[in-house]
């Protein structure tokens, strides 16, 4: 990993935790999303010798799908499939009234911070996937 690239993971990664705590947790879930995709495309490099792709996260698990990659943690592109879709309706439908969901301002703000608090799990758990990809 660059030096520069090193940077920018540390401080998003910084940033994130401050915001969850500050409870700005759509912020969190934007910046775990380029995270997660950031070490997924690393994990593809070290794997297969692919170029970065900079990809939606969702395009970026059925390309590593595609390419039949051997993962640690089995569960994990499953797992940030499963999270990319809560990250969607966090980001994209948070003012938008659902038929037969809680649409409370406070049902969505709970649902956010789930999904952040989730979010922060699969930055760690692909980090780990891509320092294992790495050795």
Same mark, same amino acid.
């Not at 690239?5 to 915001?19: D, E, M, N, T, Y």
């Not at 390309?63 to 499939?81: G, P």
């Not at 938008?96 to 758990?125: I, P």
């Given at each position: 990993?660059?030096f520069?690239? &090193?940077? %920018?993971?540390r401080?998003?990664?910084?940033?994130?935790?401050?915001?969850?705590?500050k &409870?700005?947790?759509?912020? *969190?879930i $934007?910046l775990?999303?380029?995270?997660? &995709?950031d070490r997924l /495309?690393?994990?593809? *490099?070290?794997?297969?010798?692919?170029e +970065?792709?900079?990809?939606?996260?969702?395009? %970026? *698990?059925?390309?590593?799908?595609? $390419?039949?990659?051997?993962?640690?943690?089995?569960? @994990?592109?499953?797992?940030? /499939?499963?999270?990319? +879709?809560?990250? #969607?309706a966090?980001?994209? /439908?948070?003012a938008?009234?659902r #038929?037969g969901? #809680? #649409?409370s301002w406070?049902?969505? @703000?709970?649902?956010? =911070?789930?999904?952040?608090?989730?979010?922060?799990?699969? *930055? =760690?758990?692909?980090?780990?996937?891509?320092?294992?990809?790495?050795l």
């Amino acid at each position: 990993m660059s030096f520069e690239r &090193g940077s %920018l993971i540390r401080f998003a990664h910084a940033r994130a935790k401050q915001a969850m705590k500050k &409870g700005f947790c759509l912020e *969190v879930i $934007a910046l775990c999303d380029s995270l997660i &995709g950031d070490r997924l /495309e690393s994990t593809m *490099v070290y794997s297969a010798g692919s170029e +970065r792709l900079f990809l939606p996260l969702g395009q %970026l *698990v059925h390309k590593i799908r595609k $390419a039949d990659l051997s993962f640690r943690d089995a569960s @994990l592109l499953s797992d940030c /499939e499963a999270w990319s +879709r809560q990250r #969607n309706a966090c980001m994209h /439908e948070f003012a938008k009234l659902r #038929n037969g969901y #809680n #649409n409370s301002w406070t049902a969505k @703000l709970d649902h956010a =911070k789930q999904t952040a608090t989730g979010g922060l799990e699969l *930055v =760690k758990r692909s980090s780990l996937e891509a320092k294992w990809h790495k050795l």
